[in-house]
């Protein structure tokens, strides 16, 4: 985890950076020979975040202090990289901007050519700072200032973490909100500062459950807003999913129920046996394994012998004839004899007989001189 996986040079062809977590690795013939620069290739904005997300989950479910103290160095080097790296053109947020012929030129989730765009369909200019892009270091920010008032014992880089937290919410909320038909929050910003299309249920989904949402007078709860109608309009007038407000309210109330269950597994970690159950979802029952249906053995969910039972075998001595059932319309009730006779020729050779059943056959040996 982390080791081998985090960029350590500046590398332009494969957007390699120092405490960068990579994107993907192949092994195509292309990739061997240098010609694509998967071998691995690091151009994405979000999973050196995700990588401390990850990290803050591993040590709230299982404790392990020092486990995460061997990564600090590790997780030292990505939060450098969110902050002297990540922020290309230093107004707080992180952007992507490819630097490779051969990289992406959209390195958020939406990681197709033209999966940013404009609401007249014109693609933006780089670099893009995406809103759940910025959820993301949001959320690894204030995960990492927990580990940092845990293992790490760094309680100054804690306060400055949880600091920096606060100042990107404020200023998420103030950059990218479009007022328009009752408010939307931006997909993101570009080059030039200006706001792209508004954002979908997935970004807003992004952003519920790392609370960059989470401002006095919450805009998402106006009557008139884009986020609570029950059908919203989009960036062409035409209605969208009026099934959105209910599948956005079930989100609220999973990621409601995942961070109570984390909150439960911390106190019961910590000694509180009072503590309820991790989860507040109640297991299904357990059920045992189906035995294997297999030929010749009756099925137990069906108290029936099979439809086609397996053929015996019947077992013979050593040295006997094996008999076989009759055939139809046939008296052959064993398999036939073999048998050999031998007698002189009266020349000095021999004559076989041989005999299988009902087949008789000779050959002569005659003598040599």
């Known amino acids: 985890m982390g080791t081998g996986s985090d960029g350590s040079t500046r590398d332009d062809f494969r957007d390699e950076e120092p405490g960068k977590i990579l994107h993907e690795i192949r092994s195509g013939e292309l990739t061997q020979l240098g010609i694509k620069p998967h071998n691995p290739y690091y151009g994405t904005a979000d999973a050196t975040q995700l990588w401390l997300i990850l990290l803050s989950e591993y040590w709230r479910w299982t404790g392990a202090d020092e486990f995460i103290r ?4 590790n ?5 450098r990289w969110i902050d002297e790296y990540g922020d290309l053109d230093g107004d707080g947020y992180v952007e992507y901007a490819t630097r490779s012929p051969q990289g992406l030129g959209n390195q958020c989730w939406r990681d197709s050519w033209d999966g940013i765009r404009f609401a007249d369909g014109s693609i933006p200019v780089l670099p893009i700072a ?16 927990e580990l940092a008032d845990g293992p ?6 804690a306060r400055r973490l949880r600091a920096e937290a606060d100042e990107l919410r404020d200023r998420f909320n103030r950059d990218f909100w479009i007022d328009d038909r009752g408010g939307y929050y931006a ?3 570009d080059g030039d500062k200006q706001m792209t299309v508004p954002a979908g249920a997935t970004e807003a989904i992004f952003r519920l459950y790392n609370g960059m949402q989470g401002v006095p007078g ?8 884009a986020c609570q109608r029950p059908t919203s309009t989009s960036v062409t007038g035409r209605p969208t999913n009026p099934n959105r407000t209910r599948f956005v309210a079930r989100c609220r109330k999973a990621i409601a129920g995942s ?15 009072t503590a309820p159950e991790r989860s507040r979802y109640p297991r299904p029952p357990r059920r045992g394994p189906i035995p294997l249906r297999t030929t010749g053995r009756p099925d137990p969910r069906e108290g029936a012998p099979p439809a086609h039972p397996a053929p015996q075998r019947p077992t013979q001595p050593r040295g006997q004839p094996r008999a076989r059932a009759a055939q139809p ?4 009730e064993q398999e036939p004899e073999f048998a050999t006779e031998k007698e002189p020729d009266g020349a000095g050779g021999s004559v076989f007989h041989f005999t299988f059943g009902s087949i008789q056959t000779r050959s002569t040996q005659r003598a040599t001189h």
């Open 70 to 73: 061997g990564l600090r160095d």
């Open 218 to 225: 919450n805009r998402c709860n106006r009557p008139n807003s």
């Open 75 to 79: 997780a030292y080097a990505a939060l």
């Open 187 to 189: 997909v993101g910003l």
């Open 130 to 145: 995406t809103c759940e892009i910025q959820g993301y270091t949001y959320d690894a920010k204030l995960r990492l200032a």
């Open 152 to 157: 790490l014992q760094d309680p100054e880089l």
């Open 259 to 273: 961070r109570q269950a984390f909150a439960n597994a911390t106190r019961a970690r910590q000694g509180d046996r």
């Open 329 to 332: 319309g046939s008296s052959i």
